[in-house]
Nanobody
Framework: HVQLVESGGGSVQAGGALTLSCVVS?????????MGWFRQSPGKEREGVAA???????TYADSVKGRFTISKDNANNTVNLMMNSLKPEDTAMYYC??????????????????WGQGTQVTVLG
């Protein structure tokens, strides 16, 4: 019954910025839980980008560390991913995910229970 809806994707030039948002329509009942952003390009495996757990601990993939920022807006049940200094290799479908019962921010795809529909990010140049 957990529903995730991503938005904010688009096309930008290399070096540009985008902010993705994920609205959690139904918050996971299990607690603690972890929210994460993942991405997948055609022909590639889905990979973790950033995750944030119930107490605010954050984990980033090495490839985005220093460029991306994950945050939560608890009042609006929203998880955001601010992406700066975008590179062509960041081009992918980006997915929001939730891991019920997870007690630490982790990037293992297999540990996440719920997934959004994805939002496309394309970085040109």
């Amino acid at each position: 019954h957990v529903q995730l809806v991503e938005s904010g994707g688009g096309s930008v030039q290399a070096g540009g910025a985008l902010t993705l948002s994920c609205v959690v329509s139904v918050r996971p009942i299990s607690s603690p839980f972890c929210m994460g952003w993942f991405r997948q390009s055609p022909g590639k495996e889905r990979e973790g980008v950033a995750a944030i757990d119930s107490d605010g601990s954050i984990t980033y993939a090495d490839s985005v560390k220093g460029r991306f920022t994950i945050s939560k807006d608890n009042a609006n049940n929203t998880v955001n991913l601010m992406m700066n200094s975008l590179k062509p290799e960041d081009t992918a479908m980006y997915y929001c995910a939730a891991a019920a019962g997870m007690d630490w921010a982790q990037l293992d795809v297999a540990r996440y229970n719920y997934w959004g529909q994805g939002t496309q990010v394309t970085v040109l140049g």
